[in-house]
């Protein structure tokens, strides 16, 4: 499998520009996450998806960003008028929660290489 | 506070040396205990996971929790240049499937 892939790498947008990060879960994964990872606030996860339904988004910033997952292969998040403090390297990460890590209810988390968006 | 604190370093040893890696944490529900390492412009990757207290050996490295004092420890043996990479603690509860990173410490290990 080639894992989580995640485009573009790298995004240099304008501020106000809109913006949209894609990607593609490990095929077979139920379960799909954003996070967001800065030098100040470290990785912080800003929606999950179980079987394509947003279960939680309360990490999403603001009505500025929104994410989709139309299919099990295939999410995005976009950011809308985008400004320099979103910039940051954004990871995408599945999951397969059928799979404990411990036989319970812990499951691996394989992240993407991550798309590092700066706004100007 | 936050639910789970990590020095984010640097730290800066040289080869052959021992690391310890440590983590606290606040919420005493936590069960899962994992460690990440992420290499520059990669994203983090399952190193070791621990369920509940006690230690856990893999080649040169050892995961250990310590439930009753809330903290939790990664050592490294004989470092190696190749281990320079961040480490990000991870952990969360038997009833979720989404862990609380710590921000991770940053490793850098000098021949």
């Known amino acids: 499998d080639a894992g989580v892939i995640q485009s573009p790498r790298h995004e240099v947008t304008e501020m106000g520009q809109e913006v949209t990060l894609r990607c593609k879960p490990i095929?077979?994964?139920?379960?799909l996450f954003w996070y967001r990872q800065t030098m100040m606030r470290g990785l912080e996860l800003l929606i999950y998806?179980?079987?394509?339904?947003?279960?939680?988004d309360s990490g999403m910033p603001e009505d500025r960003f929104s994410a989709k997952m139309p299919n099990a292969s295939f999410s995005t998040l976009k950011i809308q008028p985008s400004e320099p403090r979103d910039s940051a390297v954004y990871f995408c990460?599945?999951?397969?929660?059928?799979?404990?890590?411990?036989?319970?209810?812990?499951?691996?988390?394989?992240f993407g290489p991550g798309t590092r968006l700066t706004v100007l | 506070q936050k639910e789970v604190e990590q020095d984010p370093g640097p730290l800066s040893v040289p080869e052959g040396a021992i690391v310890s890696l440590n983590c606290t944490y606040s919420?005493?529900?936590?069960?899962?205990f994992m460690w990440y390492r992420q290499y520059s412009r990669k994203g983090p990757e399952l190193l070791m996971y621990?369920?509940?207290?006690g230690n856990k050996e893999d080649g040169r490295f050892t995961a250990q929790v310590d439930k009753s004092s809330k903290y939790i420890s990664l050592f490294i043996r004989d470092s190696q240049p190749s281990d320079s990479a961040t480490y990000l603690c991870?952990?969360?509860?038997?009833?979720?499937?989404?862990?609380?990173f710590g921000r991770g410490t940053s490793l850098i290990v000098h021949p």
């Open positions: 919420n005493s529900a936590f069960q899962y």
């Open positions: 095929s077979g994964h139920n379960s």
């Open positions: 621990t369920y509940s207290s």
């Open positions: 990460a599945s999951s397969d929660f059928s799979q404990g890590l411990a036989g319970g209810s812990t499951a691996e988390q394989f």
């Open positions: 991870a952990m969360k509860s038997g009833g979720s499937y989404i862990p609380t």
């Open positions: 998806f179980n079987n394509n339904v947003p279960i939680d």
